[in-house]
Nanobody
């Protein structure tokens, strides 16, 4: 059974930084295209960042480009999201997700429960 468990969320002031982690168990991380999504209250879930199996060619939503960095350590079966220069608009529940398609197309197969990120102004 594949499980994804996020950690690293919390409360931070605007301009601060957080590093999210997503620990994967049950399968090898390199089997998946991995991504981070977020959902703010009253809003739809949105794609934040994604990365293929070897960490190359990361994708970011426009609003986080230059501030967030997605990375993965396949040896540790862990995905990361380094978030810098945080803004109140980044407040949301952040979830990691795994996709068996090599380029991340289609539906994501596995999801974590999420971790809350709150940015105060």
């Amino acid at each position: 059974q594949v499980q994804l468990v996020e950690s690293g969320g919390g409360l931070v002031q605007a301009g601060g930084s957080l590093r999210l982690s997503c620990a994967v168990s049950g399968r090898t991380l390199s089997d998946f295209y991995m991504a981070w999504f977020r959902q703010a209250p009253g809003q739809d879930r949105e794609f934040v960042a994604g990365v293929n199996w070897n960490g190359a060619s990361p994708l970011y939503t426009q609003s986080v480009k230059g501030r967030f960095t997605i990375s993965r350590d396949n040896a540790k079966n862990t995905l990361y999201l380094q978030m810098n220069s945080l803004e109140p608009e980044d407040t949301a529940v952040y979830c990691c997700a795994a996709n068996t398609h090599v380029y991340g197309f289609g539906l994501y197969d596995y999801w974590g429960q999420g971790t809350q990120v709150t940015v105060s102004s």
